[in-house]
């Protein structure tokens, strides 16, 4: 039997959706952002000169600090500050600024599911506001799976935990963008839930990844139409 969604929502129906920039004084870029009762804020620092250990000082640094709501940093979050990293390595333009580091500070005020691509967003928003050049937005949707096969997009905490596979996927701001560098048929970032393990464990064919993956890309232009707008209007004030 499938769930039923909270507030009646259908199947691709994602949640109010809100982005703000320049929210914290101190930081050289801000954003807060919301997928209906999750919430996330952003803070950039930088770029500072010199790299980390191990980074090549030819190309500027990312460096991704998650912080959760309470408590210690944890598996879960390390996994999420990982690919966050990879994912802003990916829509940065890093040989603008070589042998720099530049800092982003993640912070979870609420987590009520799809929490990486809200995360994602926020990052993305504080990188603008802070200036740092970017070759496009990266725009990201979770997609569950339930027991009947039934994909939904943007799931809530609840649905993620009595779903039984869940994946983040994250595309360039243009669906238009599908051989960007770094990116595998457009998709920037693909993270399933215990993606350690292997699809075969959550996926009953591969095919149920793949409807999964075209759901998510439909749900982009609209969703990046939003971010833009939200930005854009932001940026004339």
Sequence with gaps: MDLEREGGRGANQLRPIDCSRNVLSRAHGSASC????????????GPK????KNENPEKACIEVIWK???GQIGKPEKEFEMILKRTLQNICLLNVHPNTTTSIIVQVVHDDGSLLPCAI???CAALIDAGI???YLAVSISCCL?????ILLDPNKLEEQKTKAFVCLAFPSSVHSVLTEGSINGIITSLTHGVMAGLCLFFNTVDDYFQCVEQGRAAITPLSNILK??????SAE
């Design 34 to 45: 919301s997928h209906g009762e999750t919430r996330v804020l952003a803070a950039v620092y």
């Design 49 to 52: 000169a010199g790299t980390k």
């Design 68 to 70: 959760p709501k309470s």
């Design 121 to 123: 967003h926020a990052a």
């Design 133 to 135: 050049p970017l070759k």
């Design 146 to 150: 339930t027991e009947s096969g039934k």
């Design 229 to 234: 707008k939200k930005l854009q209007s932001q």
